[in-house]
Structures are given as structure tokens and as C-alpha cells.
């Protein structure tokens, strides 16, 4: 199945009438699934509801002002993590997550197959 996470600058044209364009800047690769895993395992529980949120099918926009709650649903997986592996990846989506309350003109995509 797969999932990406992916860090977005959001470029904003000149115009009311133009749409924002958006510029991939880095990317936590899940092709093997340990994240999607681990959110599958974990979801429902009432301890993340921002990344309950996620389809797997479908696509989850975390805005610059929502990563603080996304960098706290990370925490909160972080307890359930049940590998090396899994920790790891929660690790980058941290890193990324930081970089991305450093920001104003990012948003963070969870993207799914």
C-alpha cells in the first residue's frame, strides 16, 4: 500500500484569483509500511485524533499551526511503537514535524496509496 509523508512549501501567486502551488522539500518514505502499521494499530484510541484523521486511501493536510498537535500525536504513537523500525520512522516524522513549526508557508501531507 504505502504512505508518504511529505513536507510542502506553499508558494502563493500573485492574484486572488490564482490557486497556491505546492514545492515537495522533504519526504519520509513508508513503502514498507512501518508507519502505516503502526498508525493502523494505534487508530481509534482517542489518544491521536488528528492523525485518527488519516485515510490510507486518501490524504491528510497537517497546516504550520496544527504540527504542535501532530508533534504531540507522535508522543502519544511513540509509546505504542513496538520496534526499532517503528521508532525510527516516528523519529523522522518528528524531525519533519520541527521543521515544519519552524515555518509559515509549509504544510506536512500524510499521502496514501
Request: charged share 30%; with cysteine.
Amino acid at each position: 500500500m504505502g504512505l508518504d509523508v511529505v513536507l510542502y512549501r506553499v508558494v502563493r501567486s500573485a492574484g486572488a484569483a490564482r490557486r497556491p502551488s505546492f514545492v515537495p522539500v522533504e519526504v519520509v518514505d513508508d513503502s514498507d509500511d512501518v508507519l502505516l502499521g503502526l498508525l493502523t494499530r494505534v487508530r481509534g484510541g482517542g489518544r491521536t485524533p488528528l492523525l485518527d484523521r488519516f485515510d490510507p486511501a486518501g490524504e491528510l493536510v497537517v497546516s504550520a499551526p496544527e504540527a504542535p498537535r501532530l508533534l504531540a500525536e507522535l508522543r502519544c504513537l511513540a509509546e505504542s511503537a513496538a520496534s526499532p523500525a517503528e521508532m525510527a520512522r516516528l523519529r523522522s516524522l518528528a524531525a519533519l514535524t520541527r521543521r515544519c513549526m519552524r515555518g509559515h508557508d509549509v504544510e506536512i501531507r500524510l499521502e496514501g496509496d
